[in-house]
């Protein structure tokens, strides 16, 4: 909201010396935020001053343009007393016309700096200035003519134009409507200052009557109050006055024509949105209700809409005129030959205007403050106030009549204890002093005792509850007298389980060599099938959002592998070697049992609701993904790099697992997005739950990679990081160290070429027992050797006991049984 300091001063007594900088300081600590202070003049300097046009000769120019030599009456302000010759373009003026000269040595905004030059033959002392050359507006099609009697040649017009005057800026939160007028800031300098104010709608206004324009209402709750009067006689002709124009650009706001800019001019100062029609085009009475399925309006801006059943419009027998409180339509709509003018002030339900608003893509400054919600009670002073300006300026005279439709809302009332502010703010504060503050704010407050009735002034439908009034009074008492006490918190118990070992997780991947990230949580169909899920794959029944951040990517993602794999491939793209990305996050799956239900907000939902709320939640765990893609070991002096593969995939699982004291299974699968032949499944055992199924990890399929943009053979890991910590052990045991000699024993089994690994090293381990210390695959081997679709395994078992050494024989009975066991279990045969 933008208002001229001046603006505000008419309406309220500030001591002497407040400037503009100490009016704003208190504002803001009131609420009114300041964003800045401007003055259309700041830049401008040098002489800057009337001058009466004495000749005007035009001059047409080889290229088609039509210049005027004019010579001009500055007085003395150029030394000489003699008149100026300038060149000038624009040929809104006459002789004897009053204008607005800059001289050589002036500088304009911009940095344009004036001085005397030759052009088109002629030596242009000076410029005759438009708006847009002096920053008070966008119009350059001509110059400014001042009213005749501004004042005389060579005099200073920096205060003639309000070139000096100081514009201020607020910010004003949505809850604050009423600050987005003279009316509403003008309030609330005199709250700052106790200082006397003048309400611009207290005026006298004639009563309602019959004799007015026929309005019918047939939706009062969509609009409580209609009123209507008309004039007539308009000039329409007539310019709008220099100081209203002025402060509607000052405001930020274009001036159009009187008509309009009345009505604008109104509304900055009261807050209430008036709207004009030309009545000679309206066609029997006017009446309020909501459109019907189909109707269309073509509104101001010339757009043809169609409207919804929930809007509110303004239709008279001709069919809709308007978007009630939003904008007009095209066909009533004020002219250059309009000289009956309708004039609407009506409260409009700030929901409607809203959705209406939002609906239409319609922003204007009349829909910004009906739908924050504006002061009901003012509409007959709003549109009285309208008709004078009008019969003023344009030369109108008012109609006999004023129609009056509906009353306003009855003002709210909120009981509230008298020291409720003290106790929330900290800050000693009488029940005297509320009722005081609560008064000044423009609140009625009935009780002296320890609960006191408050009724709202009906500008603040933001006052809704008692700790409002407690907002109210803090900051009349000042915000900085609320004082700064650091709440002591309870002693707490530490980190949870699932803290610590999300923990735990981390810092073992980040001692892994991997980095941290934090990725996109939603998908598209476009990153399902770049990962080549099938149309029955589970991870394509997606949770949609009704309100996506992007069209391309509507839905809470059910895999953390789309935002990994496209991080990696923009790190790779970016020239990094080789990346190993992870990420811990939630993924979603659908509830499958249908929307929630919408519960109203004036209760707390009952247990049974929350239940039902809770059901319609989507089942959310919470999943490790891995990404490692180009280099996973470096080159350089000590020999060639190595690029990362699916073992290195596998060792990283490996790894978390044994910083949570699991033992992982790895099996044979085959699963998108990894390569069909190099995918495994995996699986940790828990003591309770049996054998728990992690997650998949393996080297990623080519087209997968092609279509991320990633190496070949990238590879990736995603599991079920909560499926991981409810089998993880709290607190793992350390290794068990013995002073004895280990025993080495070397195995090779031939088995079918299908066969897990992992199967036969269990199978192994559980026959070795308990002298066995560690069992490792270090060889694969196929070929004629072996028999067609047989492999060789070789396993490296370690034996040793905390307490002895370990015979030759004991160590061979424990390798023979491991070998009995994983030939009984698998059809192993130990090669020869």
């Given at each position: 909201?933008?208002?001229?300091?001046?603006?505000?001063?008419?309406?309220?007594?500030?001591?002497?010396?407040?400037?503009?900088?100490?009016?704003?300081?208190?504002?803001?600590?009131?609420?009114?935020?300041?964003?800045?202070?401007?003055?259309?003049?700041?830049?401008?300097?040098?002489?800057?001053?009337?001058?009466?046009?004495?000749?005007?000769?035009?001059?047409?120019?080889?290229?088609?343009?039509?210049?005027?030599?004019?010579?001009?009456?500055?007085?003395?302000?150029?030394?000489?007393?003699?008149?100026?010759?300038?060149?000038?373009?624009?040929?809104?003026?006459?002789?004897?016309?009053?204008?607005?000269?800059?001289?050589?040595?002036?500088?304009?905004?911009?940095?344009?700096?004036?001085?005397?030059?030759?052009?088109?033959?002629?030596?242009?002392?000076?410029?005759?200035?438009?708006?847009?050359?002096?920053?008070?507006?966008?119009?350059?099609?001509?110059?400014?003519?001042?009213?005749?009697?501004?004042?005389?040649?060579?005099?200073?017009?920096?205060?003639?134009?309000?070139?000096?005057?100081?514009?201020?800026?607020?910010?004003?939160?949505?809850?604050?409507?009423?600050?987005?007028?003279?009316?509403?800031?003008?309030?609330?300098?005199?709250?700052?200052?106790?200082?006397?104010?003048?309400?611009?709608?207290?005026?006298?206004?004639?009563?309602?009557?019959?004799?007015?324009?026929?309005?019918?209402?047939?939706?009062?709750?969509?609009?409580?109050?209609?009123?209507?009067?008309?004039?007539?006689?308009?000039?329409p002709t007539a310019p709008t006055p220099d100081w209203m124009a002025r402060r509607i650009r000052q405001a930020g706001m274009r001036p159009i024509s009187l008509a309009v800019d009345v009505t604008n001019y109104v509304m900055l100062e009261?807050?209430?949105?008036?709207?004009?029609y030309d009545a000679d085009k309206l066609q029997g009475a006017v009446r309020v209700r909501r459109a019907r399925e189909g109707e269309r309006l073509t509104t101001l801006d010339g757009t043809d809409r169609v409207l919804s059943p929930e809007?509110?419009?303004?239709?008279?027998?001709?069919?809709?005129?308007?978007?009630?409180?939003?904008?007009?339509?095209?066909?009533?709509?004020?002219?250059?030959?309009?000289?009956?003018?309708?004039?609407?002030?009506?409260?409009?339900?700030?929901?409607?205007?809203?959705?209406?608003?939002?609906?239409?893509?319609?922003?204007?400054?009349?829909?910004?403050?009906?739908?924050?919600?504006?002061?009901?009670?003012?509409?007959?002073?709003?549109?009285?106030?309208?008709?004078?300006?009008?019969?003023?300026?344009?030369?109108?005279?008012?109609?006999?009549?004023?129609?009056?439709?509906?009353?306003?809302?009855?003002?709210?009332?909120?009981?509230?204890?008298?020291?409720?502010?003290?106790?929330?703010?900290?800050?000693?504060?009488?029940?005297?002093?509320?009722?005081?503050?609560?008064?000044?704010?423009?609140?009625?407050?009935?009780?002296?005792?320890?609960?006191?009735?408050?009724?709202?002034?009906?500008?603040?439908?933001?006052?809704?509850?008692?700790?409002?009034?407690?907002?109210?009074?803090?900051?009349?008492?000042?915000?900085?007298?609320?004082?700064?006490?650091?709440?002591?918190?309870?002693?707490?118990?530490?980190?949870?389980?699932?803290?610590?070992?999300?923990?735990?997780?981390?810092?073992?991947?980040?001692?892994?060599?991997?980095?941290?990230?934090?990725?996109?949580?939603?998908?598209?169909?476009?990153?399902?099938?770049?990962?080549?899920?099938?149309?029955?794959?589970?991870?394509?029944?997606?949770?949609?959002?009704?309100?996506?951040?992007?069209?391309?990517?509507?839905?809470?993602?059910?895999?953390?592998?789309?935002?990994?794999?496209?991080?990696?491939?923009?790190?790779?793209?970016?020239?990094?070697?080789?990346?190993?990305?992870?990420?811990?996050?939630?993924?979603?799956?659908?509830?499958?049992?249908?929307?929630?239900?919408?519960?109203?907000?004036?209760?707390?939902?009952?247990?049974?609701?929350?239940?039902?709320?809770?059901?319609?939640?989507?089942?959310?765990?919470?999943?490790?993904?891995?990404?490692?893609?180009?280099?996973?070991?470096?080159?350089?002096?000590?020999?060639?790099?190595?690029?990362?593969?699916?073992?290195?995939?596998?060792?990283?699982?490996?790894?978390?697992?044994?910083?949570?004291?699991?033992?992982?299974?790895?099996?044979?699968?085959?699963?998108?997005?990894?390569?069909?032949?190099?995918?495994?499944?995996?699986?940790?055992?828990?003591?309770?739950?049996?054998?728990?199924?992690?997650?998949?990890?393996?080297?990623?399929?080519?087209?997968?990679?092609?279509?991320?943009?990633?190496?070949?053979?990238?590879?990736?890991?995603?599991?079920?990081?909560?499926?991981?910590?409810?089998?993880?052990?709290?607190?793992?045991?350390?290794?068990?160290?013995?002073?004895?000699?280990?025993?080495?024993?070397?195995?090779?089994?031939?088995?079918?070429?299908?066969?897990?690994?992992?199967?036969?090293?269990?199978?192994?381990?559980?026959?070795?027992?308990?002298?066995?210390?560690?069992?490792?695959?270090?060889?694969?081997?196929?070929?004629?050797?072996?028999?067609?679709?047989?492999?060789?395994?070789?396993?490296?078992?370690?034996?040793?006991?905390?307490?002895?050494?370990?015979?030759?024989?004991?160590?061979?009975?424990?390798?023979?049984?491991?070998?009995?066991?994983?030939?009984?279990?698998?059809?192993?045969?130990?090669?020869?």
């Amino acid at each position: 909201m933008k208002l001229p300091a001046s603006w505000i001063r008419e309406h309220v007594d500030l001591p002497d010396g407040v400037g503009t900088g100490d009016l704003t300081d208190r504002l803001t600590a009131l609420g009114l935020k300041l964003e800045a202070v401007e003055s259309a003049g700041a830049d401008i300097t040098g002489p800057l001053v009337i001058g009466r046009v004495l000749t005007m000769e035009p001059e047409p120019q080889k290229n088609g343009k039509t210049i005027n030599w004019c010579t001009v009456d500055v007085g003395a302000a150029n030394g000489t007393g003699e008149p100026q010759g300038i060149v000038c373009g624009a040929h809104n003026f006459a002789p004897g016309d009053l204008v607005v000269v800059v001289l050589p040595g002036g500088v304009l905004p911009g940095g344009f700096a004036i001085s005397a030059r030759k052009t088109y033959g002629h030596v242009s002392a000076g410029m005759i200035c438009s708006a847009r050359e002096l920053g008070l507006g966008e119009d350059h099609d001509g110059i400014i003519v001042l009213p005749a009697d501004a004042g005389e040649p060579g005099e200073d017009v920096f205060d003639l134009l309000g070139l000096r005057e100081e514009v201020i800026e607020f910010e004003i939160n949505p809850d604050r409507a009423y600050a987005l007028s003279v009316r509403g800031v003008a309030r609330e300098a005199a709250l700052a200052y106790d200082a006397p104010y003048r309400d611009p709608v207290e005026r006298d206004v004639p009563p309602a009557d019959d004799a007015g324009h026929p309005v019918v209402v047939d939706d009062p709750q969509g609009c409580p109050v209609f009123v209507a009067r008309t004039v007539s006689g308009f000039d329409p002709t007539a310019p709008t006055p220099d100081w209203m124009a002025r402060r509607i650009r000052q405001a930020g706001m274009r001036p159009i024509s009187l008509a309009v800019d009345v009505t604008n001019y109104v509304m900055l100062e009261t807050g209430r949105p008036i709207h004009g029609y030309d009545a000679d085009k309206l066609q029997g009475a006017v009446r309020v209700r909501r459109a019907r399925e189909g109707e269309r309006l073509t509104t101001l801006d010339g757009t043809d809409r169609v409207l919804s059943p929930e809007d509110l419009v303004v239709t008279d027998d001709s069919g809709i005129i308007g978007l009630g409180g939003v904008m007009g339509g095209e066909a009533t709509e004020m002219s250059g030959t309009t000289t009956r003018v309708l004039v609407e002030a009506a409260h409009w339900d700030p929901v409607a205007m809203f959705r209406t608003g939002k609906r239409h893509k319609i922003s204007s400054e009349a829909g910004r403050r009906n739908e924050r919600g504006v002061d009901p009670t003012i509409c007959e002073a709003a549109a009285d106030r309208v008709v004078e300006l009008l019969c003023s300026h344009g030369g109108a005279t008012a109609e006999p009549g004023v129609t009056v439709v509906g009353t306003p809302p009855p003002a709210s009332t909120i009981t509230v204890d008298a020291d409720l502010p003290a106790r929330v703010t900290g800050i000693e504060v009488p029940p005297a002093t509320t009722v005081q503050h609560l008064t000044a704010v423009g609140c009625a407050v009935e009780g002296t005792g320890d609960v006191l009735t408050v009724t709202v002034p009906p500008w603040r439908p933001d006052l809704t509850d008692p700790f409002d009034l407690v907002e109210e009074v803090a900051r009349v008492v000042g915000y900085d007298r609320v004082p700064s006490v650091l709440p002591t918190p309870r002693a707490g118990r530490g980190l949870t389980r699932e803290q610590r070992l999300r923990r735990r997780v981390g810092r073992t991947l980040a001692g892994a060599g991997c980095v941290e990230v934090l990725t996109f949580p939603f998908v598209g169909e476009a990153a399902l099938d770049a990962l080549g899920l099938d149309a029955d794959d589970p991870r394509r029944r997606t949770t949609r959002l009704a309100n996506p951040l992007s069209a391309e990517e509507p839905a809470y993602t059910t895999t953390l592998l789309p935002g990994l794999l496209k991080a990696a491939a923009r790190n790779i793209g970016r020239g990094a070697p080789g990346v190993a990305l992870f990420e811990t996050a939630t993924v979603a799956f659908p509830s499958g049992r249908g929307a929630a239900p919408i519960y109203g907000v004036d209760r707390r939902p009952s247990s049974d609701e929350l239940a039902t709320l809770l059901e319609a939640v989507p089942h959310q765990p919470l999943h490790l993904a891995v990404v490692l893609a180009g280099e996973r070991e470096r080159s350089g002096w000590w020999g060639e790099g190595r690029p990362a593969g699916w073992a290195d995939a596998l060792a990283v699982v490996r790894v978390v697992a044994e910083e949570l004291g699991l033992d992982l299974v790895v099996e044979s699968a085959a699963l998108a997005p990894w390569h069909p032949g190099r995918c495994a499944r995996l699986s940790v055992a828990d003591p309770q739950r049996g054998q728990v199924e992690l997650g998949h990890a393996g080297e990623l399929h080519p087209r997968v990679c092609q279509a991320f943009g990633l190496p070949a053979r990238s590879a990736a890991v995603e599991v079920d990081l909560d499926g991981l910590m409810r089998s993880a052990v709290d607190v793992p045991g350390g290794p068990t160290l013995s002073s004895f000699p280990v025993a080495k024993e070397d195995v090779a089994l031939v088995v079918d070429a299908g066969l897990p690994a992992a199967a036969v090293e269990a199978a192994l381990r559980e026959g070795a027992g308990p002298l066995l210390e560690s069992v490792r695959l270090f060889d694969v081997f196929t070929g004629e050797q072996v028999g067609e679709g047989r492999k060789s395994l070789a396993f490296a078992l370690r034996f040793r006991a905390p307490d002895r050494t370990l015979t030759e024989e004991e160590t061979a009975r424990a390798r023979e049984a491991a070998v009995a066991l994983a030939g009984e279990r698998t059809g192993a045969v130990q090669r020869a």
